[in-house]
């Protein structure tokens, strides 16, 4: 028999790390009045989704991954929001961090309480719990964007 195996598609896995890594620069940028260029804001969003393929490529021990995490939140912010003196460098790094661990679960949740479970196994998100999330979202951004 054939093992099972998991296949990971490049352009959603881009297209995913792209579009969270713009939404949480953004929302970093807002929370602390942070000038950002949209092109510069693209550029980051660009290399995190580009940073998000390195677990594909390289196996790091966790001490190292967490570095290469935190090297690269910083990387994404001066990319993002340029030059800073140290102090703001920092609390723009740290906002980015934690904006993007509770956008993330946020999301992961939603996303796990929309879908169809089965024996542990995951099928998809049904179109109305997809709808309702895009709604939502759609609201949230008018409301707070």
Do not use: W
């Amino acid at each position: 028999m054939y093992a099972e195996s998991t296949v990971i598609y490049a352009d959603v896995l881009f297209a995913i790390n792209f579009s969270m890594d713009f939404i949480c620069l953004f929302i970093t940028g807002r929370l602390l009045n942070r000038r950002e260029k949209s092109l510069m804001l693209l550029c980051a969003s660009a290399a995190g989704a580009l940073y998000g393929f390195l677990p594909y490529c390289v196996t790091l021990n966790p001490i190292l991954s967490l570095v290469a995490n935190l090297i690269s939140a910083g990387i994404l912010c001066f990319i993002a929001f340029g030059i800073q003196s140290p102090k703001p460098f920092a609390l723009t790094t740290v906002t980015f961090i934690v904006t993007s661990a509770l956008l993330g679960g946020m999301v992961t949740a939603l996303y796990n309480l929309a879908g169809d479970y089965h024996n542990s196994t995951y099928r998809e998100i049904s179109a109305p719990s997809f709808a309702l999330i895009c709604i939502l979202s759609a609201f949230i951004a008018l409301a707070y964007g």
